[in-house]
């Protein structure tokens, strides 16, 4: 510690880079994880600890102002709902960014061959729906900081994505870091495209990675449920109002945790949807998206992402 109390100006990038600084930073946490008292900005997941729960919470108020003007865009747009189905739409060029760290190895660096099963198995994940995805570009990149503490809304995100983000808003830009913070990713939903767009996912939640009931790729399948304009079935965490904006899935007011065999938290709906890709639930659980899932994404696609 008195390393760093030496210098009051020690920032996380620094400490990130600095040998010494990278150290007490891992030690601490390594201290807090064994307390069960880890930090917002950790690395327990690189140390075995389960990351369950997605960054994207909308509040009712912004779920409700952004349907209102979706509902003037479409109309501005001469289309309706039921213009969209389940027709092919033209694949989207993905760009992965892999971040990966410095110490005490090459943590994150992950090899082609996780990034190819990667997108073979997000395809099969939207196979019949229209939606196919093409692997375009792959970059790497060794930066501690951004690996460590790029978490939502933070500087370190936002100097990731400045500097590597590639194309436009019909491009899947897809960032693999280590930070923990209980999250398995996050993403930009496609009405607030900017160059922070994109899609982030703890990389050991790729298929086969160490991320234990998470680890099928599904982390990434959901994640681009919302890059591609979907809430979480659970989207208002209550059984009246107007949910996720779909009609077909039933009114949820809890995530899932795990795979029960049955859920049901609002009575007269319908169950649950406990195995559809935008709940919580584990990656063997999760295997279907709804046919007005995918007419919304394909609304969504069209009017934000110019994608049809």
């Given amino acids: 510690m008195e390393y760093l109390c030496q210098r009051s100006n020690f920032t996380l990038e620094e400490a990130a880079y600095d040998p010494i600084g990278r150290a007490i930073l891992v030690l601490l946490q390594w201290t807090l994880l064994a307390a069960d008292n880890w930090p917002t900005n950790s690395v327990a997941s690189l140390f075995g600890r389960s990351s369950t729960s997605c960054g994207n919470d909308v509040s009712e108020d912004d779920a409700r102002s952004f349907e209102e003007q979706f ?7 001469s289309r309706n709902d039921t213009d969209f189905g389940l027709d092919r739409v033209a694949p989207i060029s993905v760009v992965w960014h892999v971040v990966y760290a410095t110490a005490p190895t090459t943590v994150g660096n ?3 061959s996780a990034i190819s099963s990667s997108i073979s198995a997000m395809n099969s994940h939207y196979a019949g729906s229209g939606f196919s995805f093409t ?9 501690p900081y951004w690996f460590y503490y790029a978490d939502q809304d933070t500087g370190a995100e936002t100097s990731m994505k400045n500097a590597l983000h590639v194309g436009g808003r019909n491009v899947l830009n897809v960032y693999t870091v280590g930070v923990g913070n209980g999250f398995l990713g996050y993403a930009v939903f496609p009405w607030k495209w900017s160059y ?3 899609v982030v ?3 050991s939640s790729v298929p086969g990675g160490a991320n234990t009931n998470y680890n099928q790729g599904k982390t990434l399948t959901h994640e681009v449920g919302h890059w591609l ?6 989207q208002g965490n209550a059984c009246s109002g107007s ?4 009609n077909d899935t039933p009114p949820q007011q809890t995530s899932t945790s795990g795979c029960p065999s049955y859920k049901d938290t609002c009575a007269g709906g319908g169950p649950d949807s406990i195995h559809n890709y ?3 639930s584990y990656d063997s659980c999760m295997n279907q998206f709804t046919p007005g899932q995918i007419s919304r994404a394909k609304m969504m696609a069209e009017l934000y992402r110019g994608i049809s």
């Fill in 71 to 77: 509902r003037i865009d479409l109309s501005n747009a």
């Fill in 110 to 112: 992950l090899p082609d």
């Fill in 135 to 143: 692997l375009s570009r792959v970059t790497r990149t060794q930066n």
């Fill in 196 to 198: 922070k767009d994109g």
């Fill in 201 to 203: 996912i703890l990389y």
């Fill in 229 to 234: 304009g979907l809430y979480h079935v659970f």
């Fill in 243 to 246: 949910g996720d904006y779909v």
């Fill in 278 to 280: 935008m709940d919580y």
